[in-house]
């Protein structure tokens, strides 16, 4: 722990602690990630809760899909860990598993400039809304209700987020 923990903004969040997992201080973490190889073999602390907590990261297991047991360095009983139960589990960004081409972090599209072909503004992205299949764009528009822009290829043309836009193909009847 001789690092000072890592700002918000620095940090990725792959996971909550959902359960102590048996007598030794294990957890069970509900994981937000599909990296689970990645995190085994190459993440060595995680950071917990709002203050981002630093742990040793000793061992994960996949228990089930999308549940996990951690061994954190430090945590060795039962009441340890229940004290963590509810806390949400992050990584450094920048040790994160390298994204595919047409891969990003969901908070990279948070207030980037939505516009169609043309070139006509609709807004910024206000918030994600993940459906389970595709997310869903929520974009503040001015003086005009939000709209929902699904992220799909037939409607996304161009996600350019160092450009911190979003050019789309408006379809028929997706804006009120």
Do not use: W
Request: net charge negative; with cysteine.
């Amino acid at each position: 722990m001789t690092q000072q923990s890592p700002a918000p903004d620095d940090t990725l969040l792959i996971g909550a602690i959902v359960a102590p997992f048996g007598l030794r201080g294990q957890v069970k973490m509900r994981s937000y990630t599909d990296r689970v190889e990645h995190l085994r073999r190459n993440i060595r602390t995680v950071f917990l809760g709002p203050n981002r907590k630093e742990y040793p990261l000793r061992d994960v297991l996949e228990h089930k899909p999308g549940l996990l047991v951690l061994s954190l360095g430090g945590v060795t009983t039962r009441e340890q860990s229940e004290a963590l139960r509810g806390c949400d589990v992050a990584i450094r960004e920048q040790e994160a598993a390298p994204l595919e081409p047409d891969e990003y972090f969901i908070h990279q599209l948070y207030n980037l400039a939505v516009v169609t072909e043309d070139g006509a503004v609709i807004g910024r992205v206000r918030e994600v809304l993940e459906s389970g299949a595709n997310e869903v764009l929520v974009v503040a528009r001015p003086d005009q209700a939000d709209a929902l822009i699904p992220m799909i290829r037939d409607v996304v043309q161009d996600l350019d987020i160092a450009g911190g836009r979003i050019v789309v193909r408006l379809l028929e009847g997706l804006l009120p």
